[in-house]
């Protein structure tokens, strides 16, 4: 299998919110490359309380990352497959975080952007697994010219900031595949229709 999702995650951002996730992304191709196509599973957090549906074997890292100049301790569970990449990440509002999920999600927003190469970090409000959300659909290039988009929901739940996303090739994003990703999540506790 070709690695042509390393590109994905760039460590420019000034946050480095991401500088982890290279790590969680070999991972992914890693387990990806033994199963090439969608193998669609139910995986429950019950230490973050949500289920997702993610297309392979997905790897959760923890790391602590500088946002907001805060040592942040961002959590990640990820898989990457035939070019997509597909992730559920969340950080606990305590301490020094207690009270700054806006800003928090501001934050990966636009690092996500960067990531990317996009111009727009522009959030609009969602609902999203029952919770009000904000949501990013964007466009960007890699550094060897593929187009790229980024789609991911940001919320505020049970003390915690969670964002879903999925990054890919622009060719990549099939709408049965993104609305098998996002609505294949909910939150413990939390109905939706």
Known sequence: MRLTSLYLIK????????????????LS?????????????EITNQEAGYTATFPGRAAVVTRSVNILNLDVPLSMQAVAVEGLYYAVGYIPLQGGLSGKG??????????????INSDSSALTNAT??????????????????????????????????YEVFLIGGE????????????SGFSLSGVTHG
């Open 11 to 26: 460590i420019v951002v000034p946050m480095r919110i991401y500088k982890y996730a290279l790590s969680i992304l070999l």
């Open 128 to 161: 999203y697994a029952g919770v009000s959300a904000r949501y990013l659909d964007i466009s960007g290039v890699s550094t060897k010219g593929q187009k790229l988009k980024a789609r991911a929901f940001f919320f505020e739940h049970t003390d915690r900031v």
């Open 171 to 182: 060719d990549q994003f099939n709408p049965d595949i993104v609305s098998q990703w996002f």
């Open 29 to 41: 191709v890693a387990l990806a490359a033994c199963s090439p196509s969608h193998n669609w599973r």
């Open 102 to 115: 806006p800003e928090l999600i501001d934050a990966l927003a636009l690092a996500m952007a960067h990531n």
